[in-house]
């Protein structure tokens, strides 16, 4: 819970009261972060949409520091809806990292959707690679989404993620957030 009302914007001392936590001990974001996942199912929480079709689909990627470490954040937005079909984290962006996404976001749609990119390099070899057909390079637009979408990203990981100390993989924190996130951004907001 205290994870999804930090998606609302409440502070990290509201979230501790909220989610119970004992104030004479030091709270962590990390440690506020696995209440919220405890109190939830998990089931409740994946984010894992069915396949169906989508006529456009927005794709693009940015940077979240996570530990101090840069991270590319992938994701895939349907242009019409301005809804996340997909997401993925890479340690650089390369034509094989979106490749590897893509992948992962083809397995999502069924039929055949445009893909609108930016005209990174990444994606000129891996949208065709990846079985998708029809690829538009697009500045604005319809692509815009995916970019609003990131906004609100990026609000939310400054918030909760600038100063998280990964202990094993910086993958780990990132991707459970993402996937709260996710399931905020398509449930809850």
């Known amino acids: 819970m205290a994870v999804l009302l930090n998606a609302f914007g409440l502070s990290l001392n509201e979230e501790k009261h909220l989610a119970s936590l004992d104030y004479s001990q030091s709270q962590s974001r990390s440690r506020v972060l696995r209440s919220g996942r405890e109190r939830f199912s998990e089931e409740k929480l994946s984010f894992n949409p069915k396949p169906r079709e989508y006529p456009v689909i927005a794709v693009d990627e940015t940077v979240v520091k996570c530990g101090g470490q840069p991270l590319y954040v992938w994701v895939g937005v349907d242009a019409v809806t301005r809804q996340p079909i997909w997401?993925?984290?890479?340690?650089?962006?390369?034509?094989?990292n979106a490749l590897r996404f893509l992948h992962r976001l083809r397995k999502r749609c069924l039929g055949d959707p445009v893909i609108l990119t930016d005209r990174g390099p990444w994606y000129r070899e891996a949208v065709s690679r990846a079985g998708f057909r029809n690829h538009v390079h697009q500045t604005f637009g319809l692509r815009s989404s995916v970019e609003r979408f990131f906004g609100y990203l990026k609000d939310r990981t400054r918030v909760f993620y600038n100063n998280i100390?990964?202990?094993?993989?910086?993958?780990?924190?990132?991707?459970?957030?993402?996937?709260?996130?996710?399931?905020?951004?398509?449930?809850?907001?």
């Open 165 to 189: 100390n990964p202990k094993k993989t910086p993958f780990t924190p990132l991707l459970d957030f993402l996937e709260l996130f996710m399931h905020w951004y398509t449930e809850w907001r």
């Open 87 to 96: 997401f993925g984290v890479s340690l650089t962006r390369t034509t094989q």
